[in-house]
């Protein structure tokens, strides 16, 4: 079974160019986070998908983030304009269907993650 | 709100010695913790979790965690390290409820010296 998978591994934009990164979950998984790690801090959640719907984005810095998952599927998160700040790593993270006992949390997968450098 | 503190920023053993990675944890509910691993130029990988059912939770590669509830603690440790253990070690918490969002320490750096 594949993982989650990420691209670009990589990208080094300049600011106020606009960046699109891509995350295919584990076949079959419901649910998809972003997550991002600025340099010297901790992971910090961005947002949840439960298929195409957005169920939480409480984690997004503004309105130059935005992320759609269409069909449910693959995810993207486009910055648009990119400032400095915006450099780090973002992971995605899938996991399947949500269990209405609610007993634990769903083990989330990570992908490798895409590190974002902003000059 | 949850919150995790991780302790060490930076741990340093030697091959064949103890691992112990000391994490805090603040909630408000029943909490699900989990350890995160990842190794240079590697994804995050899952050593374990805690879901409310043993407090003693064995995960991969020999390692474990004990949570205590008293201690508000979920400490992660190895009897015996190994130079492939040297990587990056994340505490994380679950928020309640639906959401599942995962909250995360900052992280502990763990060399393993010959």
């Known amino acids: 079974e594949a993982g989650v998978t990420q691209f670009p591994s990589h990208s080094v934009i300049e600011k106020g160019q606009t960046v699109t990164l891509r995350c295919d979950p584990i076949?079959?998984?419901?649910?998809l986070y972003w997550y991002r790690r600025v340099m010297g801090k901790e992971i910090k959640f961005l947002l949840h998908?439960?298929?195409?719907?957005?169920?939480?984005e409480s984690g997004m810095p503004n309105n130059r983030f935005l992320a759609e998952r269409t069909g449910g599927t693959y995810s993207t998160l486009k910055v648009q304009p990119a400032e400095l700040e915006d450099s780090g790593v973002y992971f995605c993270?899938?996991?399947?269907?949500?269990?209405?006992?609610?007993?634990?949390?769903?083990?989330?997968?990570f992908g490798p993650g895409t590190r974002l450098t902003v000059l | 709100a949850q919150s995790v503190t991780q302790l060490d920023s930076h741990v340093s053993v030697s091959e064949g010695t103890p691992v112990l990675l000391r994490c805090n944890y603040s909630?408000?509910?029943?909490?699900?913790l989990f350890w995160y691993v990842q190794h240079p130029n590697k994804g995050l990988q899952l050593l374990l979790k805690?879901?409310?059912?043993a407090t003693l939770v064995k995960g991969i590669n020999g390692f474990e965690a004990e949570f205590k509830k008293s201690e508000t603690s979920f400490h992660l440790t190895k009897p015996s390290a190994h130079m492939s253990d040297a990587a990056e070690y994340f505490c994380?918490?679950?928020?309640?409820?639906?959401?599942?969002?995962?909250?995360w320490g900052l992280g502990t750096s763990l060399a393993v010296n010959p």
């Open positions: 994380v918490v679950s928020e309640a409820g639906n959401n599942r969002k995962l909250i």
């Open positions: 993270a899938s996991s399947q269907a949500a269990k209405m006992s609610g007993l634990g949390t769903d083990t989330q997968y």
């Open positions: 909630s408000s509910y029943s909490p699900s």
């Open positions: 076949s079959g998984h419901d649910n």
């Open positions: 805690y879901t409310s059912a």
């Open positions: 998908f439960v298929k195409e719907s957005k169920q939480d």
